[in-house]
């Protein structure tokens, strides 16, 4: 059983910790430093924990980024080094959910978001090559294999709106969807091999 933005989720077993783990750390604690950005973060020390009582063996760092960027997700694995045996099994899960992979160039001369694109160690979104992600310390930290994973606007916000109610954004529905199901056979998948 877990809880997410205060109602509770029935848990289907240690896969779904993998995909939870940060919603619930972000949820039930108040770190006020973003731990991607500092060595030594309470965030970390909270995950170092997590990762030896419930013995977890991949780490799914989940972020968000913003449509300007024209592609849905961006997967960060220090250039296949957090993940070097998952990253295979990552790739082919996102293109066998109608993701396909594009180089940064190729997304530069998108003239829209085309969230059903992927780049593969963008130079912003690289998992930890300049700077101390989660991803960075779960491979480096903690020993277990991590990947960093972006997801745009559109395929995590289903709208926003105003404190006086009006409505700024939509997200896409049919992304929305994709993503999820997306993200939840890529669980069960790196579940089997860990």
Same mark, same amino acid.
């Given at each position: 059983?877990? +809880? ?7 848990? $289907? /077993?240690?896969?779904?910790? *993998? ?22 973060? $309470? @965030?970390?020390?909270? *995950?170092?924990?997590? =990762? ?38 990552? *790739? ?8 396909? $992979? ?10 829209? *978001?085309?969230?059903?694109?992927? =780049? ?9 090559? @300049?700077?101390?992600? +989660? ?9 277990? $294999? ?11 916000? =289903? ?5 006086? /109610? ?13 993503? =999820? ?12 091999? +860990?």
């Amino acid at each position: 059983m877990g +809880v997410s933005g205060g109602r509770r989720i029935n848990s $289907p /077993g240690p896969s779904l910790r *993998l995909c939870i783990f940060k919603a619930h750390v972000c949820t039930r604690t108040a770190f006020h430093q973003d731990p991607n950005h500092e060595s030594e973060a $309470p @965030y970390k020390e909270f *995950l170092r924990r997590i =990762v030896q009582q419930h013995d977890i063996r991949f780490v799914l760092d989940l972020h968000g980024m913003s449509d300007r960027h024209r592609f849905g997700l961006a997967l960060g694995t220090m250039n296949g080094r957090s993940c070097p045996d998952h990253e295979p099994i990552i *790739l082919q899960t996102l293109q066998a959910h109608s993701f396909h $992979p594009s180089t940064k160039a190729e997304v530069h001369t998108f003239d829209r *978001l085309r969230w059903d694109h992927f =780049v593969l160690n963008h130079s912003r979104f690289t998992g930890g090559l @300049y700077n101390h992600t +989660v991803t960075k310390f779960a491979v480096e930290e903690l020993g277990i $294999p991590a990947v960093q994973i972006e997801l745009c606007s559109s395929l995590r916000v =289903v709208q926003s709106i105003t404190t006086d /109610g009006r409505l700024v954004f939509v997200g896409d529905e049919s992304g929305i969807e994709t993503a =999820v199901r997306t993200l939840i056979t890529l669980v069960q998948r790196l579940a089997a091999l +860990v």
